[in-house]
T-cell receptor, first 111, second 115 residues
Framework: AQRVTQPEKLLSVFKGAPVELKCNYS??????LFWYVQYSRQRLQLLLR??SRESIKGFTADLNKGETSFHLKKPFAQEEDSAMYYC?????????????FGQGTILTVHP | EAGVTQSPTHLIKTRGQQATLRCSPI?????VYWYQQALGLGLQFLLW???????NRGNFPPRFSGRQFPNYSSELNVNALELEDSALYLC??????????????FGQGTRLTVV
């Protein structure tokens, strides 16, 4: 069974501070990991995926297979980063459509 | 380009009734996914349709069903509604499901309330 755990429901930081949103997963094969973000009154949208190894809006995430983690990081948080963040896992192959989401972390960046 | 559209935005039903939720994917997308976001339970995968066929199903009872039409739009039907079916139902679409990754784009959701 696949599972995604986001241990923090709420995370508050001040503008300019580093931020790390934690994500741990459980999956027996080689998963693909994603971070989705939902800004206030907007749709859920893809932020980044581990395969692309991109930095989106200053955010990065590294897949650590040993620790089964995919933490999202940003060195200097901005107020516009305030949103709900979901970590998600796909088993890949014929299961790309089936995303397993974590419970989400609400990030608040204070001025 | 129009995004994924869902209708209705809100739906109120009585326990035991049936609910029908609709989703129009982005033009050119053949895969449609349904997710349930119930309070305290997070986003849970419901169904995945691609090219008119059900490709995968989440851990939901059979009274949750759906279909995909030739124009790739989709319906989600929930029969014999129960109070715990109250949730936000999200639809997403992508160009093609299956063996390679394609980004899924989400709609705004339908808020179903069962009273």
């Amino acid at each position: 069974a696949q599972r995604v755990t986001q241990p923090e429901k709420l995370l508050s930081v001040f503008k300019g501070a580093p931020v790390e949103l934690k994500c741990n997963y459980s999956y027996s094969g080689s998963p693909e990991l994603f971070w989705y973000v939902q800004y206030s009154r907007q749709r859920l949208q893809l932020l980044l995926r581990h395969i692309s190894r991109e930095s989106i809006k200053g955010f990065t995430a590294d897949l650590n297979k040993g620790e089964t983690s995919f933490h999202l990081k940003k060195p200097f948080a901005q107020e516009e980063d305030s949103a709900m963040y979901y970590c998600a896992l796909s088993g890949g192959g014929t299961s790309y459509g089936k995303l397993t989401f974590g419970q989400g972390t609400i990030l608040t960046v204070h001025p | 380009e129009a995004g994924v559209t869902q209708s209705p935005t809100h739906l109120i039903k009585t326990r035991g009734q049936q609910a029908t939720l609709r989703c129009s994917p982005i033009s050119g997308h053949t895969s449609v996914y349904w997710y349930q976001q119930a309070l305290g339970l997070g986003l849970q995968f419901l169904l995945w349709y691609d090219e008119g066929e059900e490709r995968n199903r989440g851990n939901f009872p059979p009274r949750f069903s759906g279909r995909q039409f030739p124009n790739y739009s989709s319906e989600l039907n929930v029969n014999a509604l129960e109070l715990e079916d109250s949730a936000l139902y999200l639809c997403a679409s992508s160009r093609r499901g299956g063996r390679e990754y394609t980004e899924a784009f989400f709609g705004q959701g339908t808020r179903l309330t069962v009273v």
